[in-house]
């Protein structure tokens, strides 16, 4: 049976045709899934921009809307085992990783509800006599939300959460390899008492649909988590229209240990940091630079443990790295791999496809760890977005900085040593927009996120992060009941 999807709040086959959602670690077909036509497209913004400008939704109390995200946590939670395991099916990751997704997902609803209810305006007067200001934040209108395959349940709420909260629409548009999960969370939000049309998931491909999408005249904001060559395609889109975009894009984040460094909880941080989620991930540490006095050392316990990693099927227990999204996306890994060895990279270890056995109808990777490069390396500049660490030496913090700030991204960083005042001097100097200090992929829905340079514009997350989904409007009320001086 065919998946329907969801326009403007319903449930029917899409007017497109229809794709396969793929199980990556078998490449069995976990659904048929219908696709959006055109038509459908400018149905759902359509009726969005009836459903924000709506009074019973505009109007809506901040506590009102939060009781919906509040219900939408609440359901995710009791569901979490249902939804881990659909996540691992759309993309390939371990349960322990999907589970850890899902739960994440509903404490960002939850901390949007909270902020929601809590949210003012502002009094601005400054001792005036004759008038009050104020300052007030209202909706934008329709939202396209556009998410990636990595972590969709993730990055999905943490877009609708926020643009609803502020009293938007929201067109949403999911990877095509992971769609399962959004038509999911469009079936919770429903439940949650969503109003009909503030919400509809378009299924289908992002050149063509979410080109569709964002370039529609009523679409009045672009958030969109993906590679810097999209999100450079859409911020020439928003120009040309003049509305507002937050773009979360790629990554090549430098991870640092100092000789100071505690080189077992350093060394199982880099693993982390770069290994989980089979570095399938913007902020994946895989530039590792490693200071002279202790780079024999720490290389050789950072192997130890890439070497113990379990590589496997992401629903057996205790897996580290499941598989890759796709065969095409291993291909690309294991290029990048090849033209690391050209460059004249060794590799320490990994560097293959698993083939055999259990692996042999799936996308697996070994975790890879590369030496023998320096940073203006291709391999070191472009991101790979696999399980591919760059292992490289400095000397001094000049030198460091010099190395981890010369790439085009600056997303993220971590840094290890047990020196405070060196790691708040470093992690000022980093030209990124997250550090982690003695730890690595740490997350907290209070705190905001983005990136610089060409890793995106605009900021998610944090107390804040629903004034993203809205435009402010200066008020000025006069007391004075006199009329100006001048028409005298």
Same mark, same amino acid.
């Given at each position: 049976?065919?998946?329907?999807?969801? /326009?403007?709040?319903?449930?029917?086959?899409?007017?497109?045709?229809?794709? $396969?959602?793929?199980?990556?670690?078998?490449?069995?077909?976990?659904?048929?899934?219908?696709? #959006?036509?055109?038509?459908?497209?400018?149905?759902?913004?359509?009726?969005?921009?009836? #459903?924000?400008?709506?009074?019973?939704?505009?109007?809506?109390?901040?506590?009102?809307?939060?009781?919906?995200? %509040?219900?939408? !946590?609440?359901?995710?939670?009791?569901?979490?085992?249902?939804?881990?395991?659909?996540?691992?099916?759309?993309?390939?990751?371990?349960?322990?990783?999907?589970?850890?997704?899902?739960?994440? #997902?509903?404490?960002?609803?939850?901390?949007?509800?909270?902020?929601?209810?809590?949210?003012?305006?502002?009094?601005?007067?400054?001792?005036?006599?004759?008038?009050?200001? =104020?300052?007030?934040?209202?909706?934008?209108?329709?939202?396209?939300?556009?998410?990636?395959?990595?972590?969709? /349940?993730?990055?999905?709420?943490?877009?609708? !959460?926020?643009?609803?909260?502020?009293?938007?629409?929201?067109?949403?548009?999911?990877?095509?390899?992971?769609?399962?999960?959004?038509?999911? =969370?469009?079936?919770?939000?429903?439940?949650?008492?969503?109003?009909?049309?503030?919400?509809?998931?378009?299924?289908?491909?992002?050149?063509?649909?979410?080109?569709?999408?964002? $370039?529609?005249?009523?679409?009045?904001?672009?958030?969109?988590?993906?590679?810097?060559?999209?999100?450079?395609?859409?911020?020439?889109? !928003?120009?040309?229209?003049?509305?507002?975009?937050?773009?979360?894009?790629?990554?090549?984040?430098?991870? /640092?240990?100092?000789?100071?460094?505690?080189?077992?909880?350093?060394?199982?941080?880099?693993?982390?940091?770069?290994?989980?989620?089979?570095?399938?991930?913007?902020?994946?540490?895989?530039? =590792?630079? /490693?200071?002279?006095?202790?780079?024999?050392?720490?290389?050789?316990? =950072?192997?130890?443990?890439?070497?113990?990693?379990?590589?496997?099927?992401?629903?057996?227990?205790?897996?580290?790295?499941?598989?890759?999204?796709?065969?095409?996306?291993?291909?690309?890994?294991?290029? %990048?791999?090849?033209?690391?060895?050209?460059?004249?990279?060794?590799?320490?270890?990994?560097?293959?496809?698993?083939?055999?056995?259990?692996?042999?109808?799936?996308?697996? %990777?070994?975790?890879?760890?590369?030496?023998?490069?320096?940073?203006?390396?291709?391999?070191?500049?472009?991101?790979?977005?696999?399980?591919?660490?760059?292992?490289?030496?400095?000397?001094?913090?000049?030198?460091?900085?010099?190395?981890?700030?010369?790439?085009?991204?600056?997303?993220?960083?971590?840094?290890?040593?047990?020196?405070?005042?060196? #790691?708040?001097?470093?992690?000022?100097?980093?030209?990124?927009?997250?550090?982690?200090?003695?730890? %690595?992929?740490?997350?907290?829905?209070?705190?905001?996120?983005?990136?610089?340079?060409?890793?995106?514009?605009?900021?998610?997350?944090?107390?804040?992060?629903?004034?993203?989904?809205?435009?402010?409007?200066?008020?000025?009320?006069?007391?004075?009941?006199?009329?100006?001086?001048?028409?005298?």
């Amino acid at each position: 049976m065919v998946k329907e999807i969801y /326009i403007a709040g319903e449930w029917r086959l899409g007017r497109g045709g229809t794709i $396969k959602s793929y199980f990556p670690a078998d490449n069995s077909v976990n659904a048929e899934i219908s696709t #959006a036509s055109l038509e459908d497209v400018n149905e759902a913004i359509e009726k969005a921009e009836q #459903a924000w400008r709506d009074p019973s939704w505009r109007n809506r109390l901040p506590h009102e809307r939060a009781r919906i995200l %509040y219900k939408v !946590a609440d359901i995710i939670e009791t569901r979490v085992d249902e939804l881990s395991r659909l996540q691992t099916r759309d993309n390939g990751k371990p349960l322990t990783e999907t589970r850890g997704l899902v739960m994440s #997902a509903a404490a960002t609803a939850r901390y949007i509800a909270a902020a929601c209810e809590t949210f003012n305006d502002e009094l601005t007067t400054q001792r005036a006599s004759d008038f009050m200001t =104020l300052s007030v934040h209202e909706p934008v209108g329709v939202v396209a939300a556009i998410t990636p395959w990595n972590s969709p /349940i993730a990055s999905e709420v943490q877009k609708l !959460a926020p643009a609803l909260a502020a009293g938007n629409a929201v067109v949403l548009k999911p990877a095509e390899a992971t769609s399962l999960i959004a038509l999911e =969370l469009a079936k919770i939000f429903e439940e949650a008492g969503l109003p009909k049309g503030l919400l509809s998931v378009l299924v289908g491909r992002g050149s063509v649909i979410g080109d569709a999408i964002v $370039k529609h005249p009523l679409v009045r904001k672009i958030s969109f988590t993906g590679g810097t060559t999209t999100g450079r395609n859409l911020a020439h889109i !928003a120009a040309e229209k003049l509305i507002t975009t937050s773009l979360e894009l790629g990554g090549k984040s430098p991870t /640092i240990v100092f000789d100071d460094a505690d080189i077992e909880l350093a060394a199982k941080g880099v693993a982390y940091g770069i290994f989980s989620s089979a570095g399938q991930a913007c902020i994946a540490g895989s530039r =590792l630079f /490693i200071q002279h006095k202790v780079y024999d050392r720490f290389l050789k316990r =950072l192997n130890e443990i890439t070497q113990n990693l379990r590589v496997g099927h992401p629903e057996k227990t205790g897996v580290h790295m499941g598989s890759l999204i796709n065969q095409k996306h291993l291909e690309s890994v294991d290029r %990048y791999v090849n033209l690391a060895l050209k460059e004249g990279g060794k590799i320490l270890t990994g560097g293959k496809a698993l083939t055999d056995g259990e692996y042999a109808k799936g996308s697996f %990777y070994l975790p890879t760890i590369i030496t023998g490069l320096n940073n203006s390396a291709q391999t070191c500049q472009e991101e790979i977005f696999g399980p591919v660490l760059v292992a490289m030496k400095f000397e001094d913090e000049e030198d460091l900085l010099k190395q981890a700030n010369d790439s085009c991204y600056g997303l993220a960083a971590g840094i290890w040593t047990e020196n405070f005042r060196r #790691a708040w001097k470093i992690s000022r100097a980093l030209e990124v927009g997250t550090v982690w200090i003695n730890t %690595y992929k740490k997350f907290s829905i209070s705190v905001p996120f983005g990136g610089f340079k060409e890793s995106g514009i605009g900021r998610e997350k944090g107390r804040l992060g629903i004034l993203s989904y809205m435009q402010q409007k200066s008020i000025y009320m006069g007391l004075n009941e006199e009329p100006n001086a001048w028409a005298e």
